[in-house]
């Protein structure tokens, strides 16, 4: 069974995205900030080709945010 990249799923969470980047608007991604450090969570290989979706996103700011109190 060949698993084939899902652009629409989150590389981290393996839920949907929500990406606009596969449809004709443009995706909330476009306009968020992905911290570095979320960005190191993902395998290289999936990395600027699945959205990571907002809810992992809004989930690191919030730890991140956390530490740095
Ligand atoms: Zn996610
Ligand atoms: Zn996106």
């Known amino acids: 069974m060949a698993q084939r990249m ?13 990406c606009g980047v596969n449809s004709d608007m443009p995706c909330w991604c476009m306009s968020e900030t992905f911290p570095e450090g979320l ?3 993902i395998p290289q290989e999936q990395r600027c080709i699945s959205c990571i979706c907002q809810a992992c996103v809004k989930k690191y700011q919030l730890e991140s945010g956390n530490k740095a109190k």
Do not use: I
């Open 6 to 18: 899902n652009t629409s799923q989150c590389p981290l969470c393996q839920r949907s995205n929500h």
């Open 39 to 41: 960005l190191e969570q």
